[in-house]
């Protein structure tokens, strides 16, 4: 176990996904390196109304505390109590155009310890795509590269990360997933630290290669106020999400994380309309119909 | 205890409050009747994008269940797996002009049941105020107003209810309180019955003399983008407050009420900017520094 080369893999990809999309975006990134009083710290990358995201928010943290939080032991009763360590890349990105999708990253590491027994550690993340005005061509190759980032992991894989990010990504209170999904595990500690580290670098090396040619391809579509103010009413089911059910933003929030780089992940403009239903057979009413709905994008 | 007495008191609030903010508004509130597949409903009435109020939400709902939600039973263990009856009116009021501050009000009865035992009940209620650019003199209407509601019912109440609320409506994450507070109180069945849905009644019969008078005397100042984009901005602090903390919407959403209905307090229109501060002496500094500190508004 080498939480140093972790780390060196964690810093080298934030860095790789705020170069290329500054090049994309045409604005360079702003860097916020912050502490922790309790130990630890992070560095927040992000762009503010830039030529292509309204927001973009790239963070890597690594933080270490006496208590694992209550958010983080949920699962795993037998580690409360411990001290714990955690790193991990998270990257949220909000384009101004409609006809981009919004997309997450996570990947991240952590340990749960306690004297006169062996540590606990293991692996999550994974990525998902949160549409608004969706194409089939870019779920299709969304999907796609996720299911390549995994092919070197087991036949069975990329369909149980699948199911888990359909199952995670979800909102009960509307009976309705958060976007087209795309992947996502937690608790990876078998069969060792280097095949699950090599999985967890690999999803996050796919990350760019899954979301960079939709962007490319879409950022520049004309678009008016009936596509920003349906944008708006979407993000509210992301803030919802995030506030709600997240357990990486409740774990950041309990875990005396920064506030302002964990909430960087929320959607810089954002609106509820009470009851609203889409026009059947709309542009609107085919993201409920077509896309959020469950479906093996990427095929056989 | 007399269930009939406390809901046609809270439809009665309920009309009265929805006829009056009519007036004012100079639209008709939308009617929405709901019912719940597991047991009662509601009416929800709501005005968007109305003369006065950008989003204006006050709803009646009477549920009960199998089961008393977590978040009704975490601060009551001894309750866990009693049958409930809950009924109230909830009022969150978002103006669209700047200087008029958001404002919410419930009033509650609940009633945890198990055969063989005695019935388990209580009220709950409040009402607080969130100011964008607040008026000192409108602070301390609303304050007074809430004394005078509690000024039948011991000379400590006051006191102790305006305590309660300021530490409930606090945003532990940002180490800030949600607005300028009022009362809260929960729990409530001591000293009896009539005594305490006196208390109730008076609480929500409070309700328009403590904000008509700020509503009517803000509603018309000019503003611009600049105030529209700070109380997009605090509507934030909103959202998250609702979202990770408050009991009621959590309530609501986990005893399968309706999310419409529920997230109808959620604000119309909002912002998120990553780390915004705002400049040293402006009005909007005003806020944080004369205003969401813990006060004695009502003064002697």
């Known amino acids: 176990m080498d939480h140093a080369a972790v780390r060196r893999f964690f810093l080298g990809l934030q860095d790789r996904i705020v170069e290329r999309l500054a ?19 992070g560095t927040a990358c992000l762009i503010e109304e830039g030529g292509v995201f309204e927001r973009a928010g790239v963070n890597f943290s ?14 795993r009763p037998e580690l409360a109590g411990r001290s714990f360590r955690a790193m991990g890349v998270s990257a949220v990105l909000h384009p101004r155009n409609p006809y981009v999708p919004t997309v997450h990253l996570n990947v ?8 006169g027994a062996p540590p606990v550690w293991w692996f999550g993340g994974g990525m998902d795509l949160t549409p608004y005005y969706p194409f ?4 299709v190759h969304f999907h796609r590269t996720c299911r390549d980032a995994l092919a070197l992991f087991g036949t069975d894989t990329h369909r149980r990360y699948k199911t888990w990010c359909d199952d995670y990504f979800y909102l009960r209170h509307r009976r309705e997933p ?14 060792g630290f280097d095949s699950c580290f ?25 678009y008016g106020e009936r596509e920003r103010a349906f944008q708006a009413y979407r993000r ?23 506030t302002e780089a964990i909430l960087m992940s929320l959607p810089p403009r954002v609106a509820w309309r009470y009851d609203w239903q889409p026009e059947p057979g709309s542009a609107e009413a085919r993201l409920y119909t077509e896309f959020l709905v469950a479906r093996d994008w990427a095929g056989g």
């Open 23 to 41: 090049a994309i975006d045409g604005t360079p990134f702003r860097r916020d390196a912050w502490e922790r009083p309790e130990g630890g710290g």
């Open 62 to 75: 690594h933080v270490h505390g006496a208590q694992l939080p209550p958010s983080a032991s949920a699962q």
């Open 108 to 115: 991240r590491w952590l340990a749960a310890e306690r004297p």
């Open 136 to 139: 089939t061509e870019d779920a």
């Open 178 to 191: 958060r976007g087209i999904g795309g992947i996502f595990f937690d608790d990876l500690s078998e069969p």
């Open 198 to 222: 090599e999985l967890t670098r690999s999803v996050g090396e796919h990350f760019l290669p899954a979301y960079v040619p939709l962007l490319e391809r879409r950022k520049d579509l004309p």
């Open 236 to 258: 509210g089911r992301y803030v919802e999400f995030n506030l709600i059910y997240d357990r990486g933003t409740l774990f950041g929030l309990q875990s005396g994380g920064r």
